[in-house]
């Protein structure tokens, strides 16, 4: 029995090695436009519009990445199976994730400080220095304006 036991925890989670980062970054906006309790028409239309754009998905596409997303989020207990896989990219990617959350921050034009947490985060989690992701938030801030 033990070593059935043993056997569980010691098996590499599927799921975390399998995360594509168009995924898991779906997953991270997803949880992000609704962190502070509801999501508005605005933050629902930048995560969709930036996920669209970025990753040059068809309408089609984009819906069935949130939904996949959503339930990701919702199976989740932590940010680690998101994060990790987005660790690896180079740092122009990592700065693009960024940005992105910030734009769906500021989509309804408040900042709710929980949304700010998770973004800060993230990019401690995925190795974004400060300075950048200080810098991003102040150049979407002012792109809402």
């Given at each position: 029995m033990f070593?059935?036991?043993?056997?569980?925890?010691q098996r590499p989670d599927a799921t975390v090695l399998s995360m594509e980062p168009k995924l898991a970054t779906a997953a991270l906006l997803v949880h992000?436009?609704?962190?502070d309790g509801t999501v508005s028409d605005a933050e629902r239309s930048a995560l969709r519009d930036t996920l669209m754009?970025?990753?040059?998905?068809?309408?089609d596409e984009?819906?069935?990445l949130i939904t996949e997303a959503t339930r990701r989020?919702?199976?989740?207990?932590?940010?680690?199976?998101f994060t990790s896989a987005l660790s690896s990219?180079?740092?122009s990617e990592k700065l693009e994730i960024i940005r992105m959350m910030w734009q769906v921050v500021f989509a309804d034009g408040r900042?709710?400080?929980m949304e700010d947490n998770m973004v800060w985060r993230i990019a401690e989690l995925i190795g974004v220095p400060a300075r950048d992701r200080?810098?991003?938030?102040k150049q979407m801030s002012r792109s809402q304006e």
């Open positions: 070593e059935a036991l043993r056997s569980i925890f992000l436009a609704a962190i754009d970025y990753y040059s998905l068809s309408d984009v819906e069935k989020d919702q199976e989740s207990v932590d940010f680690y199976r990219l180079d740092n900042n709710h400080e200080t810098t991003l938030r």
